[in-house]
């Protein structure tokens, strides 16, 4: 450990919070020969504060590992972060076929993902620090969890601001086709290649099977992707109304009906926001919509643009409920925070004149865990609304 970087005053009062991330304006002196390595950090009085990986050529200067300044951080280290990752997928993902590993700072490995779907295994390294030690992290995964492939989605925009290529691998393994996962009494593809994310949404799972207990009657899906909220909500609809302008997805979302024998279930290829216009003004009506849209605000210059998308969906689906219906409506935008988005859907019902219930506020799954001083981590909401 001979690589220290020092913070400034205003960088070791920032790092007090406790905040995972330290920008490069708190640090002293940049030293871009140490870029992807494990520096130790110290305070301005030159007092060791714990170990970081740096990285010169990002914004996020230093993403915080240990506050021990000297343990090694060697494979041992990585593998009890490993171990305790698993164990808590045990405790609350049991009987998930497919769910989330290791995410990132909330399990101890800043910039790294992993996925479990079945018997593959899908990584994302979105930092410089978790790059350089892959070879490492390959050898533990494929030990510990002893997957048929293990394959790098390495095509997330956020590598670049690490400086880091944009690439898909197989890092172990035979190259998968489609797999073949379960959620709860569903079965549904993944294309651990082609599909959003690493494959699939996983950060909804636990929402769409409470959500598949919650619906009934006529159903919409709006942004359906490969139909995970539609499989859970047939079971209880009547019928249910798929929405989704992805032709890829479409099909897929198809094929995935025809995996569980579902035939309650309508797809159209469409604009959502064409689509909820079109059914109001022909009179239709339903007992539940869920909204899952793609991030509307991906920075903080997009969201007032990011808002006035909330607003108009949630206004339109509102008015499409029948009395008793249930809104079920989601944001993944960092950046709208639960307390905006509440206000966007108070908005929504002030203007759709309908006396609403706030039912339930809901995050992401479980197995995406939050670091509460890190409050980039809680990025998903989910709100149930019910028309009186
Ligand atoms: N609910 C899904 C995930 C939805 S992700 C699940 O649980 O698996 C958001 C989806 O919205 C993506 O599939 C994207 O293709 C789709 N989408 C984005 N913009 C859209 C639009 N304007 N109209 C319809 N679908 C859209």
Not at 13 to 23: A, K, L, Q, T, V
Not at 158 to 172: D, F, N, Q, Y
Not at 333 to 348: G, M, P
Not at 361 to 384: F, G, M, N, W
């Amino acid at each position: 450990m001979g690589h220290a970087v020092v913070l400034t005053p205003k960088g070791e009062r920032w790092r007090r919070s406790r905040h995972p991330w330290i920008y490069q304006d708190d640090l002293q002196a940049g030293e871009s020969g140490l870029s992807g390595r494990i520096v130790q950090v110290k305070s301005p009085r030159g007092q060791p504060l714990g170990q970081a990986f740096y990285n010169a050529k990002s914004k996020i200067a230093l993403r915080w590992l240990t506050d021990d300044p000297e343990i090694p951080i060697d494979k041992g280290f990585w593998e009890k972060r490993l171990l305790a990752a698993i164990e808590y997928r045990r405790r609350i993902a049991a009987g998930a076929s497919a769910f989330r590993l290791i995410h990132s700072e909330a399990d101890g490995f800043p910039g790294l993902i992993v996925d479990r779907y079945g018997p593959v295994v899908v990584l994302q390294s979105l930092s410089l620090g978790v790059e350089q030690i892959l070879p490492l992290l390959t050898e533990l995964i494929l030990q510990h969890l002893a997957p048929e492939a293990l394959v790098a989605r390495n095509d997330s925009q956020v590598r670049i601001l690490e400086g880091l290529p944009s690439e898909k691998k197989l890092l172990a393994g035979s190259s998968p086709g489609l797999v073949e996962v379960k959620e709860g009494e569903r079965r549904y593809g993944v294309d651990v290649w082609e599909g959003h994310k690493t494959g699939a949404y996983l950060d909804q799972r636990e929402n769409r099977l409470w959500a598949g207990e919650l619906v009934r009657g006529r159903v919409l899906d709006a942004f359906a992707y490969q139909g995970g909220f539609s499989l859970q909500a047939a079971a209880r609809a009547g019928e249910v109304l798929a929405i989704e302008d992805s032709a890829q997805a479409v099909t897929r979302l198809g094929e995935n009906l025809k995996l569980n024998g579902i035939t309650n279930v309508r797809v159209a290829k469409e604009n959502a926001f064409e689509a909820l216009r079109r059914l109001d003004k022909l009179g239709e009506r339903f007992d539940a919509v869920i909204l899952d849209p793609p991030a509307f605000a991906k920075a903080k210059a997009e969201l007032a643009g990011a808002v006035r998308g909330y607003r108009e969906i949630n206004l339109r689906a509102l008015k499409l409920l029948n009395p008793g219906g249930v809104l079920i409506s989601c944001s993944c935008s960092y950046q709208v925070s639960q307390e905006l988005f509440v206000e966007i859907l108070r908005e929504a019902c002030a203007d759709s004149g309908r006396e609403v219930r706030l039912r339930e506020i809901r995050s992401q799954a479980r197995d995406h865990p939050v670091v509460l001083t890190h409050p980039e981590s809680r990025y998903l909401k989910c709100v149930a609304l019910e028309v009186v």
